[in-house]
């Protein structure tokens, strides 16, 4: 089974960076598109990022220009370089990956899913 580990969340000031990973399982498919989503409290899940097997990538216009979306060719592991925080960046960040690429600016797009991790900008 698919499993999602992300890391390096945590607290920061606004104009600050961060760089979120996520390792996928050895039983991952190298094909898949993955992901990054982030879910404030009170808000539905939206879509951050996303990155095709051969690097093609598709950012949100609200993060655009400040987070970069890049996987490891060697290991696939999906990062996420956030530089210029803003405190409405503030939420859960969730990794996914999906055999497709049409669907995948949907959550339901996506059949993999990490457990997040928390990204708090004062």
């Known amino acids: 089974d698919v499993q999602l580990v992300e890391s390096g969340g945590g607290s920061v000031q606004a104009g600050g960076s961060l760089r979120l990973s996520c390792a996928p399982s050895?039983?991952?498919?190298?094909?898949?598109?993955m992901g990054w989503f982030r879910q404030a409290p009170g808000k539905e899940r939206e879509f951050v990022a996303r990155i095709s097997v051969v690097g093609t990538t598709d950012t949100a216009d609200s993060v655009k220009g400040r987070f970069t979306i890049s996987r490891g060719n060697a290991d696939n592991t999906l990062y996420l370089q956030m530089n210029s925080l803003k405190p409405e960046d503030s939420a859960m960040y969730y990794c996914?990956?999906?055999?497709?690429?049409?669907?995948?600016?949907?959550?339901?797009?996506?059949?993999?899913w990490g457990q997040g991790t928390q990204v708090t900008v004062a």
């Open positions: 050895e039983s991952f498919d190298r094909t898949y598109t």
């Open positions: 996914a990956a999906t055999s497709g690429w049409v669907l995948s600016r949907r959550p339901s797009g996506f059949q993999y």
